[in-house]
């Protein structure tokens, strides 16, 4: 993992390079840290993009330009939500692994 000499928190004198990686990183994060991370979360979720649109169109576009045809958009969308699922079950595998006790070959000894 890359070392970055930032700090996480200077109020807890917590360095970006003291968090260790994997999933005890997320242990390391200050209380307060976790609760704006989640606020900013919550935020997303129930005012900017509510989650009860189920159908993944925003109304922002695709980088800007809105998609007329809607066999194009509905392809679009749903290439979107299928390269999200791939994305969460790739971290999940990562993340199993982890708690398996082996090393990840994409990202080393943990």
């Known amino acids: 993992h890359g070392n970055t000499s930032g700090y996480l928190s200077p109020s ?10 994997g999933i005890d990183g997320i242990r390391a994060i200050p209380t307060a840290g976790l609760a704006q991370i989640l606020a900013f979360f919550a935020l997303v979720e129930l005012a900017w993009m509510p989650a009860s649109k ?3 169109d925003y109304g922002v576009g695709y980088f800007g330009n809105d998609i007329l045809d809607p066999e194009e958009k509905a392809r679009k969308l749903n290439v979107e939500l299928n390269n999200g699922r791939a994305a969460m079950f790739g971290i999940l595998g990562l993340m199993m692994h982890e708690q398996l006790g082996g090393s990840i070959p994409i990202v080393g000894q943990m």
């Open 54 to 56: 189920y159908d993944g």
């Open 12 to 21: 807890a004198n917590l360095k970006f390079s003291d968090v260790p990686t």
